[in-house]
Structures are given as C-alpha cells and as structure tokens.
C-alpha cells in the first residue's frame, strides 16, 4: 500500500472535474447540463476521467488536491472504454499516476476507489467479479472490473492497486455488483 508521502503524491493526482454540457448537447436531457466528479492526472496536463462526464461540454474545470480550480477542456472521448480525457490549460503542479495492469486483477483483491477530497474520498472495495458489462448508450467491456461495496462519488474515481497504481476508472453503480 502506499504511505506517508507516496499516499500524498497519490492523492494528489486525483481531481474534480466539473462540466458545463452545450445547451444542444444530445445528453442534455438524460445527464443534464452540469455534471462533476472525479478524474486522475494520468500525464502532464491531461486528466482520466468517465467520458459521461464531459461529453458535449463546452466548459471544463478541474480543482487539484489543493483546492486550486483551473480551466481545462474536452479532449475526447474513447468509445471502447467510456473514459473521457481533458487537457488542462493551467498546470496542476501534481503528479501523474503510474498505470497498473488491470488485466492482473482477479476476484477477492482488495483495491481503493479515490474520489477527489484527499483521505475522506478513499474506501477500501473488493474485486467481487470479471466480467462483461454493456453500456449500450455507450461502450461495451469485456472483462469490466465489478467492485463491492458501492461507494460514493464513483463517477471517475480512480480504481487504485496495493501500490497506489492506477488500475480503472469508476463508472456506475451497478445493483446486482455483488452478484446477489
């Protein structure tokens, strides 16, 4: 697990991301016209996060660990994975989380989901499944990354390995997650 500074270089590449969705975004109605959560400093100057919550935007911010917002903007979407990628405009001053290899992840692991707020955004979770999952509005995974419990403020939140590696990105929560 990471400790003492390398718990606070994690967390400082966890961020919030907030939106503003075009008036005549075709999402408007379903995901309304602001939309916030979280995001990982994946490499300088860009931010992870949900591709729902930025998708249309016309206006992106991002507030790092230290409370200082700064403007970004949508730089795509990937259709395979439903992640979104905003390019910041200012720098953050924090640095970009190593990547894990998801593909290692099996049932029963214990990982963390990081939210954006430092210490009170992190719970602990456990792998409960492998499996696919559709998001038939958007993308289709094959081997999707089931966690349990349900945590707050997953939309974007960093799915963490033992090491503080970041291993996914949270979508949605799903009700039969745990499989019952």
Request: aromatic fraction near 8%.
């Amino acid at each position: 697990q990471a400790k003492g500074a390398d718990a606070s270089e994690t967390l400082s590449a966890i961020v919030r991301v907030r939106a503003k969705i075009a008036p005549d975004a075709r999402t408007l109605a379903t995901l309304g016209p602001l939309r916030e959560g979280s995001g990982v400093l994946v490499r300088e100057g860009f931010v992870a996060t949900i591709g729902y919550l930025v998708i249309e935007a016309e206006a992106v911010e991002v507030t790092g660990a230290d409370g200082r917002t700064v403007p970004a903007a949508y730089a795509g979407y990937d259709h395979a994975s439903g992640f979104g990628l905003v390019r910041l405009l200012a720098p953050l001053g924090a640095k970009p989380l190593a990547f894990g290899d998801s593909a290692e992840v099996a049932e029963n692991d214990p990982l963390l989901v990081a939210a954006y707020g430092g210490p009170a955004g992190v719970n602990f979770v456990r792998v409960v499944s492998r499996r696919p999952f559709s998001g038939s509005w958007e993308y289709l995974l094959d081997s999707a990354i089931w966690t349990y419990p349900a945590v707050p403020n997953w939309s974007g939140a960093a799915l963490l390995g033992p090491r503080g590696e970041l291993l996914g990105i949270g979508s949605l929560i799903v009700s039969d997650a745990a499989g019952i």
